[in-house]
């Protein structure tokens, strides 16, 4: 007699069907969209936002090394970058070891500029 009452509420609960996965699943779905909204997407754009700055490199460029070595860029190449961190002392480096550019160099100027 003991049983009988309690084998109906189990059967009655297991009938709820695909509504009652779902809300069981829920919260699991819920934490994986916050978990893509604070650590997958702000870290693509960041790396679009490095990868920007990398490309925009130019000769005359005063840039951070992830070492922390401070340096003047004096040449570009395609996927290494000559960066000068004393007077005559110019060291290749790969485009993404720089942490970031701290001073813009000035524009070329054209040639069809006429003084």
Request: glycine letters at 8%; a positive charge.
């Amino acid at each position: 007699m003991f049983a009988t009452p309690a084998y109906a509420q189990t059967a009655g609960a297991a009938a709820g069907g695909p509504e009652a996965m779902l809300i069981q699943f829920l919260p699991l779905i819920a934490l994986v969209v916050l978990f893509y909204f604070l650590m997958i997407r702000p870290q693509q754009r960041r790396l679009k936002q490095h990868q920007a700055m990398l490309a925009a490199i130019k000769r005359g460029d005063t840039v951070v090394l992830s070492s922390g070595v401070l340096g003047k860029v004096v040449r570009v190449e395609d996927k290494e970058v000559g960066v000068e961190i004393a007077t005559g002392v110019t060291v290749k480096v790969r485009k993404g070891s720089i942490a970031e550019v701290t001073t813009r160099g000035e524009p070329a100027p054209a040639n069809d500029a006429k003084v």
